[in-house]
């Protein structure tokens, strides 16, 4: 429904310009590959464990591969030869590298040519595995109450058998998604821990068996409540390809995932992100899972009155890369933010102004809308008014996710009776305010509609100026959320690589495939 009558040319034209955006940066990523990629690609030939120093297998391979082989032609051709050459699974061939028992260097088949066949049970299997628990997925949702926005809360204790407890009690309250927030600085670690966790910082690791003890939980509440509880987790930092891989597995339904994020706030290197965000998005639109993109933060450090189309520019250009990695709309989970200053006259106007404009010009995305958090104080009361307002602006929008803002933000972590007390008065607004959305409409030439319009002016307008200068070039300048990255610095360059000619990734042009509906 247009209620900003919104110029439709104006909005083409940024989508043609985010597209050329995303053509230029898709021109490297398909250059190049990464450590990431290829240790993702590993645990879909079912490579797992640790060594005997707890180094993850994976990292033993890729990494004895860039020491010894030639991984610029994908890590897939060395282990094929080497399962050719031992008759053993890929799984036992990292444990013999792990052992020294067997070296990349000592194989004698022709790597130009691997036989990249002897892979595809391994493969298999593990596809079979997402493709089960894709179908478990649709099903699930398709028997669903589709009611919007759905009620998204986190839970971050550090210790996941603590996280369950609160996941579940959280879900019997009502929550509709429960995200896992990540320990503290585990976006910057090259690795993914292993097994389950209790020490977590500030968050819960993100581990495989975590997934696994995170979902097993959701879905008995689910089958007590008799409706589907999603889970989110976060596949972004320095090993977003195999944590998008493990949730995949695991049948993750959400996934942050946006290098732009990853980028600017992380400070990890553009062009590694870049190229792990092309092969994680691809893997989640196969797998069905849906991403949530970073904008919202941009106005935690932007004036979010003066620099809104910051957050729509890059909401624009975030589609075109979902876009370039066959993923539906109806994936693409764009975040934007309740972040003007509440004290500023009108402010709760501009807010509906900018939440309505994302949901008319992304009407199929299903949008994440973060709570207050920049101007939230520590006055528990004011707080609660903050969150009112955002809950009405969320549900008179139609928002998809709706995370609930917490009345001890700036104070604490959430407490269990936080989180219930957000939950109720989420639910509160949503009964009283059901229709809204429908009920209203807004005032020609008003408030809402002047700032509507004069967002997307000055959004066009900038994804102008990235198109000439380019994504890199722009982000050096800190054009988004006034941080400057530069493209040789930060976290991860050295796992970036050229691909040689003959570079084969099996699994990419499989997902490919199946994504573009061409038969193998």
């Known amino acids: 429904m247009n209620k900003l009558n919104l110029d439709a040319l104006l909005i083409n034209q940024c989508r043609i310009d985010a597209r050329e955006i995303a053509d230029d940066v898709q021109a490297f990523i398909d250059r190049h590959s990464t450590v990431s990629v290829e240790r993702a690609v590993c645990r879909l030939l079912g490579i797992d464990g640790t060594d005997q120093i707890d180094v993850p297998l994976v990292n033993v391979v890729v990494d004895h591969a860039m020491a010894v082989g030639d991984i610029t032609k994908g890590i897939s051709g060395l282990l094929a030869q080497a399962v050719l050459e031992t008759r053993k699974s890929p799984q036992e061939i990292a444990r013999m590298i792990a052992s020294k028992t067997l070296s990349f260097k000592d194989l004698k088949g022709d790597l130009n040519s691997p036989p990249l066949s002897v892979l595809d049970p391994y493969f298999d299997q593990s596809f079979k595995i997402i493709n089960a628990m894709s179908a478990h997925r649709e099903r699930m949702m398709s028997d669903m109450d589709d009611s919007e926005p759905a009620k998204y809360v986190i839970v971050a204790t550090g210790n996941i058998y603590e996280d369950i407890k609160q996941a579940v009690s959280a879900a019997m309250k009502g929550a509709d998604i429960i995200a896992v927030i990540r320990s503290t600085g585990q976006s910057l670690l090259d690795y993914v821990p292993y097994g389950a966790t209790t020490e977590g910082f500030g968050g819960t690791y993100a581990t495989q068996e975590n997934f696994k003890l995170m979902r097993k ?164 009361f004011k707080g609660t008014l903050q969150n009112t307002m955002f809950n009405m602006a969320a549900v008179a929008t139609k928002q998809s996710i709706h995370l609930l803002g917490m009345m001890t933000e700036a104070i604490h972590t959430p407490f269990v009776s936080d989180r219930a007390h957000a939950l109720d008065y989420a639910t509160m607004v949503a009964t009283a305010c059901h229709d809204l959305f429908d009920e209203i409409t807004f005032k020609e030439d008003g408030i809402i509609m002047r700032r509507a319009h004069h967002v997307l002016r000055e959004a066009a307008s900038l994804l102008q100026t990235v198109k000439k200068e380019g994504m890199f070039e722009t982000l050096a300048k800190g054009t988004f959320a006034g941080i400057k990255r530069h493209a040789l610095g930060g976290k991860g360059l050295s796992g970036v690589f050229e691909k040689a000619p003959g570079y084969q990734n099996p699994v990419l042009d499989r997902m490919q495939n199946a994504l573009k509906g061409v038969s193998s």
Do not use: W
């Not at 972040?339 to 709760?348: A, G, L, V, Y």
């Not at 994302?358 to 709570?371: D, N, Q, T, V, W």
């Open 217 to 380: 939980a959701l879905d008995d509440v689910s089958k007590t409540l008799g409706r589907y509880v999603r889970l989110v987790n976060y596949a972004s930092g320095l090993c977003m390809p195999e944590i998008a891989a493990m949730g995949a597995l695991e049948r993750l339904d959400m996934m942050l995932n946006d290098s732009l994020y990853g980028i600017i706030f992380r400070d990890i290197n553009m062009q590694r992100t870049f190229v792990d965000q092309y092969f994680s998005r691809v893997l989640s639109a196969y797998a069905g899972i849906t991403i949530n993109t970073g904008e919202d933060n941009y106005l935690t450090t932007s004036d979010a009155f003066l620099e809104a189309h910051t957050v729509l520019a890059s909401q624009f250009i975030n589609e075109q890369f979902a876009t370039k990695a066959l993923m539906r709309p109806s994936l693409m989970g764009l975040g934007h933010a309740f972040e003007i200053d509440p004290m500023i006259k009108n402010s709760f106007l501009y807010e509906i102004a900018q939440a309505q404009m994302a949901r008319e010009i992304f009407p199929e995305a299903p949008l994440k809308y973060m709570p207050p958090t920049k101007h939230m104080t520590g006055d528990i």
